[in-house]
């Protein structure tokens, strides 16, 4: 999941300008050249509409995974959960390890096989399956636009980080990092996105590590990280549940009860399970296992992500005690571009800029080109334009992606609106991931279930999600002490008004026949749902449930350093 941190209502600070030369500016320019060269490349398979829109689903299992991970990597990421550190300390690890990786085994070992057995091109396409046309085309408006809206975000922060550290004005980033990834997904479809991310995941590493071994030695290593911030912000700022008791005061605004429900269960399932923008990269693999595994494979890397992203937020608050303590000095959202600026010499100065160029347009990437299916297949192509041939669609894609970036040009901007970008996304996924969630688990489980309460669930639980957040939090019906904890509770609020809502119709309301069930409904099984395995498949280290629980027990050994 995305984090709540960047603020987007005034530039980073001042004083952040990197001392970059030509050397960097190099780095920048080859990057963007294998950028583009990746995507003429993609072209020589893209022949179909399928080939664009989910790469023929021909992708190996290792490709998917790692895309997967990339496509949530954003710089929105990278920078937000880095201030979470500085600002939150040991409680932003909850966003990995209980806030994405339950979830992310769920989606491989539960959903996947539903999802890519039914032969649906997209997430919204699971529903018209399992509910009919008005979830259907509910589900698809509400998914295109956030899906731009997401877009925007990625595009306005990194402008901001490229106005602070290079110099550029905000609308020479937007409108470069914008045509880029307009040209790469244009030319070569989602195996262009897909495998451009790949090579994303490495750069960014490639930028996070230096950081962080370099920041380590700086200020004494672990040891000295941990006496230095437990001395000025107490012991429980280096623990991850110390403090979160019912009735305790925390940073988060927000109790165990709160994390486990809220982000544990209801945010992190509803974004990592629902989330097309995710969903896409596993669709793309070459067959059920691998599609499987592409979520699980994804889950190791983004359980030790943490350590190159939240560790420095923490490194730079000791290095800058300043941090946040004034309006007008440097803020927790730039603890990274503060390690840059003071750590890194020249060349590597240009791979960590690289880094977040590749992480900004990784995490725009995944939007557009998850846009550019559901809008084509899932509202022009079933309601506006139907029946026409497969070639017809192959060119309205190229020209919605076209659309979709422009569109989220725009939307950048209506970002630098909000005071908090970050929290700004996260109320996003309370809005329209969660409620869809809600239909998706239930329709999934029972079998009852009816096509009215499917609609009017997803229409509830989004609508329950606004109130709560726009009329109660904000007009201060009831307290709750921050966004983060707000967003919680809109989560909770939309799970349970649309669980009731869809109890209550399905009991007035006419069910499918179980025979058009078949393979939508758990317990259930299409005749596609039994292929036999590829050749390698079957080997013990690529079962899926020995990845999934094998992910889970990692995520719980890893809290524990920080739970004491």
């Known amino acids: 999941m995305q984090s709540p941190t960047l603020s987007a209502s005034t530039t980073l600070a001042e004083g952040l300008r990197l001392p970059t030369n030509g050397l960097d500016y190099a780095i920048m320019a080859i990057y963007f050249v294998v950028v583009l060269g990746i995507g003429f490349a993609a072209r020589r398979s893209v022949k179909t509409s399928l ?36 600002q939150y300390g040991a409680y932003t690890v909850h966003w990995y390890w209980i806030g994405a990786i339950p979830a992310m085994v769920f989606l491989g070992l539960v959903m996947m096989p539903f999802y890519y057995s039914s ?12 509910f009919g046309p008005s979830s ?79 920041g380590l030695k700086r200020v004494g290593g672990w040891n000295g990280i941990s006496d230095s911030l437990s001395h000025s912000h107490g012991d429980s700022f280096m623990t991850a549940w110390q403090g979160t ?20 269960f209801v945010m992190s399932f509803g974004y990592w399970t629902t989330n097309f923008a995710e969903v896409q990269r596993a669709l793309s693999a070459k067959n059920l296992s691998a599609a499987k595994r592409t979520p699980l494979i994804a889950a190791y890397p983004k359980i030790l992500i943490p350590m190159v992203v939240v560790i420095p937020g923490l490194i730079a608050l000791v290095m800058e005690p300043s941090l946040g303590k004034s309006k007008d000095g440097l803020q927790y959202n730039d603890a990274i571009p503060v390690l840059m600026r003071d750590l890194l010499p020249n ?16 995490g725009m990437a995944a939007n557009v080109s998850s846009f550019n299916t559901v809008f084509t297949n899932d509202i022009w192509g079933a309601y506006i334009k139907k029946g026409l041939s497969d070639r017809y669609y192959l060119k309205t894609g190229r020209v919605v992606t076209a659309v979709g970036v422009f569109i989220g040009m725009g939307t950048a901007f209506i970002a630098g609106s909000f005071s908090n970008i970050m929290n700004y996304l996260q109320t996003l996924f309370s809005f329209f991931n969660v409620p869809l969630f809600v239909v998706f688990i239930i329709g999934m ?6 096509p009215a309460a499917g609609f009017w669930g997803l229409l ?42 869809m109890f209550v119709v399905t009991m007035f309301t006419k069910s499918k026949p179980a025979e058009e069930l078949a393979g939508l409904v758990y317990g259930t099984k299409s005749p596609d749902m039994d292929e036999l395995p590829a050749e390698g498949d079957d080997a013990w280290y690529r079962k899926p449930a020995l990845l999934g629980w094998g992910a889970i027990a990692l995520a719980v050994i890893c809290y524990i350093p920080f739970s004491f």
């Open 460 to 501: 509830s639980g989004t609508v329950a999600a606004m109130v709560n957040y726009f009329w109660f939090y904000k007009q201060g019906v009831i307290s709750i002490p921050s966004d983060q904890g707000a967003n919680f509770v809109s989560s909770i609020v939309a799970f349970v008004v649309g669980a009731v809502v």
């Open 51 to 86: 080939d664009f829109f989910l790469s023929g689903r021909s992708l190996p299992a290792w490709v998917t995974g790692l895309a997967f991970v990339s496509a949530n990597l954003g710089a929105t990421e990278i920078l937000g959960m880095a201030a979470n550190g500085a």
């Open 347 to 362: 060349g590597v100065l240009g791979i960590a800029v690289t880094g977040l160029l590749a992480a900004f347009m990784a």
């Open 136 to 214: 259907h085309l509910l589900s698809s408006i509400i998914f295109a636009v956030s899906s731009v809206l997401i877009a925007g975000v990625n595009l306005y922060a990194m402008a901001l980080v490229l106005q602070a550290l290079l110099g550029w004005p905000q609308w020479l980033a937007i409108v470069i990092a914008g045509l880029f990834v307009l040209a790469y997904i244009t030319i070569g479809g989602l195996s262009s996105a897909i495998y451009n991310e790949v090579l994303q995941f490495f750069v960014i590493l490639a930028a996070l590590i230096p950081l962080t071994i370099v």
């Open 245 to 264: 008791g019912i009735g305790s005061s925390n940073p988060l605004g927000a109790n165990w009860l709160t994390i486990v429900l809220g982000l544990g």
């Open 445 to 450: 489980f029972w079998k009852r279930t009816t």
């Open 119 to 130: 032969k649906v091109r997209s997430v919204p396409e699971f529903l018209l399956h399992r």
